[in-house]
């Protein structure tokens, strides 16, 4: 499984992006797919994940009622929309893979790590 994150960049505080992950290698549809994020000397969290079907999500508190996640199984992609970003949003977004079933939400679970994008939240 190969996974190519982007879709990072500089926005202003309140501002939105939205970041994409493909997904390459092995059928994208039997994946639970996540997103984690690293802020400098911090260590990585998790973010939000969806399931393979896309139809369950799980969120960090800190995601919850700014962060969309979702996935286009037909496209092999999957985005995490981000709104009202703050500055303490800045980090590496990465983008994640595993063929366990659930609310993955530890990184541990995961196997497959996309190379990250960075997103910095400032005026």
């Known amino acids: 499984v190969q996974l190519q994150a982007s879709g990072g960049g500089l926005v202003q505080p309140g501002g939105s992006l939205r970041l994409s992950c493909a997904f390459s290698?092995?059928?994208?549809?039997?994946?639970?797919m996540g997103w984690f994020r690293q802020a400098p000397g911090e260590k990585r969290l998790f973010v939000s994940s969806i399931s393979a079907s896309g139809g369950s999500t799980y969120y960090a508190e800190f995601a919850k009622g700014r962060f969309t996640i979702s996935r286009d199984n037909a496209k092999n992609t999957v985005y995490l929309e981000m709104n009202s970003l703050k500055a303490e949003d800045t980090a590496v977004y990465y983008c994640a893979a595993t063929g366990l079933i659930g609310p993955r939400i530890r990184d541990e679970e995961y196997n497959t790590w996309g190379q990250g994008t960075l997103v910095t939240v400032s005026s």
């Open positions: 290698g092995r059928t994208f549809s039997e994946y639970v």
